[in-house]
């Protein structure tokens, strides 16, 4: 009997030390190192200083980076060990998790439209003052727009100004409307490609040229089925949706209140511009990433960026590619002006309760750096660092392929003008993007007769009461807090 | 030590594995998410108590709250009715060839060995603008239909649920088929009685336990049910109680108010789980007597 009960014991530990175990394993990540930092150790073995980074890439992505890291940083900088995790479920619920169990990564991805909670609550480190002092990167090579994208004033909570909390790794942007000119008549191309100041891309068209283009572009069969698309945006619709309203000089949210702007008859005017023109061209029955298909020459514009060119090889269609900017509402003398939209990219950003920091931003300065001269090169993301653009991608001798840099030159054009719009404090851009999926597939059935149970107006309802609905309680909770 | 205490001491050893592991993730995070309901919580800093505000939002604000839950019913009771009544037909047709049962049993059930997610991305090609099924009705000079549209969404979900369910059930519901008394059936047989007297007065009891326990189990899965309708959508026709819990609480992060509308989904299984087992049960046939 004492011998059995000692080994019930022992399986009763076991137990509980495997459940435990279980609970450590799937907690998430170290918490930052656990030793004060000491930069002397940076450039040596001894004592290594542990940086994690944790991000939503994918497996090669990783692989790559991984790679790297062992073959440059960790020659530069032997006494830090960098651990790279990647999440397999929601990102973003995954730090929050992290965060509320104190065991947050050092380094995390971060999304603009995602950032508002983390600044809000004095979750991230400031850089200000890491760049001031870094002789690897210098503020003037990181592109304005990131300001717009990462800058946070709590006193006024508003984004633009004050402390910078992130920087874009690179810059993926879905920011200028490719087209195929072969698809175009000589009237049409005439429209799409003006260009007053011979730079290369199309002049912004006006929302009423845009619209009758994107429709008269459709060719279907004998049987109704669409066989060419007019206009297919990218892979984040509701982005270009933003981008669109942002055009028009307007927003999908009022910044006084947060609350959503969608019973603005302007605003609606846009959104029934908008989803009629992806519902004449079929878009939710179509392929749900457009650009394989705008390269087989069965779309004739969609909105995509630099990464489509490399990825999708958009510079097989040689002198046929077109690129223009977003459209705009009205086009006059003054009013020209297209905001190509930005906050599709992520960029890094650092635990204020790492004990890594001063590590973290070695990597972080690292990795704008290499990768920055490595997407140069290989023209697929536009590089972090504005000199990398110059001096790489757009330079003939190292940029030999014309196309490619006829495509790098609009997006560095693109780039300097571009804004990070949309920001609410108190609804993500994912929360916005997920009741605008639910919905808009129903509104663009209606739109093409299929069925009457989704007006404009009930569905732009249905976003303003989705919105208003995390607004009340975001601000309840905050409040709340104090 | 004590005869008795040590009983308890090896009782609990024994058990000490499944107990901590409940413990830990089923106790802790129902208990958990209970008091989360009662609280203002978006996974940053601590819950704040706000009492039943949750709730009454739920309750007045949701704007498509009922509409969730009618969805939800219209789920399960589709999917439930046609993977049982299926699985049931195929299951005594099966045992009722004299070979080959195991090749039919391994057909039926490959589709539940295929992973949930490929599964669904097989039916969303297929059910597409110009996937297999519109490229038949095409060649038959029919069509196109769009399986996902807002009037045959749901449909195409409980075709593909049932698909994917049916060969669970045969696998529960064949052995139970077999297990049937033959004497009895052969005493029927003299008796003169037809194929359907036979599967109503004598199959159909000496089957009801197992049938009780899927039907049980369906329903409960079904008021759960949320991943067909993520994968395919198909808006406010199948938008379902689960499918929106996920989204407030993994997109939202409103954990407490998505804690609130898991405790109403789940006192509302609880209730039919009752009323099914006080109603259904009785109907179910126990050999032993119990």
């Known amino acids: ?482 | 030590m004590k005869r008795q205490t040590k009983t308890v001491v090896q009782f609990l050893g024994y058990v000490s594995p499944w107990l901590v592991g409940f413990s830990c993730f089923g106790l802790f995070p129902m208990v958990y998410s209970l008091y989360m309901s009662f609280c203002s919580y978006m996974m940053v800093g601590k819950p704040i108590w706000i009492g039943f505000q949750n709730f009454i939002d739920l309750f007045t604000k949701e704007r498509f709250f009922y509409k969730t839950f009618a969805n939800t019913f219209v789920f399960m009771t589709a999917t439930t009715v046609a993977t049982l009544v299926l699985g049931l037909l195929f299951s005594v047709l099966i045992n009722s060839i004299p070979r080959c049962k195991r090749f039919f049993q391994t057909v039926y059930y490959l589709p539940a060995i295929l992973p949930f997610i490929a599964g669904t991305m097989l039916w969303e090609s297929m059910y597409a603008r110009f996937g297999i099924l519109n490229g038949i009705l095409g060649n038959l000079g029919l069509g196109p239909i769009e399986f996902l549209n807002t009037n045959n969404a749901m449909t195409s979900l409980v075709v593909m649920s049932v698909w994917g369910g049916i060969g669970g059930k045969i696998t529960m519901l064949l052995p139970a088929v077999a297990a049937v008394p033959q004497e009895q059936l052969e005493s029927m047989d003299l008796d003169g009685a037809n194929a359907w007297s036979k599967f109503v007065h004598v199959t159909l009891p000496m089957i009801s336990p197992t049938l009780f326990y899927l039907l049980i189990m369906d329903i409960i899965g079904g008021l759960q049910a949320y991943g067909p309708m993520m994968m395919l959508g198909g808006g406010t026709a199948t938008i379902t109680a689960t499918l929106q819990i996920y989204n407030y609480a993994m997109i939202d992060h409103l954990m407490g108010y998505a804690s609130a509308y898991a405790w109403i989904v789940f006192v509302l299984v609880l209730i039919v789980t009752v009323i099914f087992f006080k109603f259904g049960g009785r109907k179910v046939y126990y050999a032993d007597g119990d």
Request: with cysteine; hydrophobic share 35%; proline share 3%.
């Open chain 1, 1 to 482: 009997m004492k011998k059995s009960f000692w080994k019930i014991a022992a399986v009763a530990f076991a137990s509980l030390f495997v459940c435990t175990g279980c609970g450590i394993l799937g907690g998430g990540t170290s918490g930052g190192g656990g030793e004060e930092e000491d930069e002397s150790t940076f450039g040596s073995a001894s004592g290594k200083t542990v940086v994690t980074y944790y991000s939503f890439n994918n497996e090669q992505t990783n692989r790559e980076l991984q790679k790297a890291v062992e073959e440059d940083f960790n020659v530069k900088y032997p006494g830090i060990h960098v651990d790279l995790r990647i999440s397999t479920g929601s990102f973003f619920t995954n730090v929050f998790n992290d965060f509320a169990g104190g065991t947050a990564a050092d380094i995390i991805g971060m999304e603009p439209g995602e950032i508002a909670p983390f600044v809000m609550y004095d979750y991230l480190e400031p850089l200000d003052e890491y760049f001031a002092s870094s002789e690897i990167v210098h503020q003037d090579d990181i592109w304005a727009v990131n300001k717009q994208a990462y800058c946070y004033d709590q006193s006024t909570m508003k984004f633009g100004t004050g402390k910078l909390y992130a920087v874009m790794k690179d810059w993926s942007t879905d920011a200028m409307l490719f087209y195929n000119k072969a698809l175009l008549s000589e009237e049409q191309l005439a429209i799409i490609g003006r260009d007053a100041n011979n730079d290369g891309i199309g002049d912004p068209m006006t929302f009423d040229e845009f619209s009758k283009l994107a429709v008269d572009l459709i060719k279907s069969d004998s049987k109704g089925s669409v066989t060419q698309y007019g206009y297919l945006p990218g892979l984040h619709e509701a982005k270009v949706l933003a981008q669109f309203l942002a055009n028009a000089g307007l927003s999908w949210f009022d910044p006084a209140t947060g609350y959503s702007t969608f019973k603005n008859a302007d605003v609606q005017n846009v959104l029934n511009m908008y989803y009629t023109v992806l519902a004449k061209n079929d878009k939710d029955h179509a392929p749900g990433n457009p650009y394989p298909i705008f390269r087989q020459g069965q779309v004739a514009m969609c909105m995509g960026g630099l990464y489509c060119t490399d990825m999708y090889d958009f510079d097989g269609l040689g002198d046929n590619l077109g690129i223009a900017y977003p459209p705009v509402k009205t086009r006059t003398a003054e009013t020209t002006e297209s905001i190509p939209y930005t906050t599709g990219c992520v960029g890094f950003a650092i635990n204020k309760e790492s004990k890594s920091k001063k590590a973290s931003f070695r990597f972080i300065e690292w990795y704008l750096d290499y990768f920055g001269a490595q997407d140069a090169r290989k023209l697929n993301n536009f590089p972090a660092l504005q000199k990398y653009a110059d001096s790489i991608m757009l330079n003939p001798e190292i940029n030999t392929n014309a196309t490619m840099r006829r495509i790098a030159a609009c997006f560095n054009e693109s780039l300097k003008r571009a804004a990070v719009i949309d920001r609410n404090l108190w609804c993500s851009q994912a929360s916005f993007e997920g009741i605008e999926n639910m919905y808009a597939g129903e509104l663009m059935e209606t739109i093409r007769g299929k069925n009457n149970n989704r007006p404009l107006s009930d569905f732009c309802d249905i976003l303003d009461s989705g919105i208003r609905n995390q607004v009340d309680q975001r601000k309840r909770d905050y409040e709340t807090r104090g």
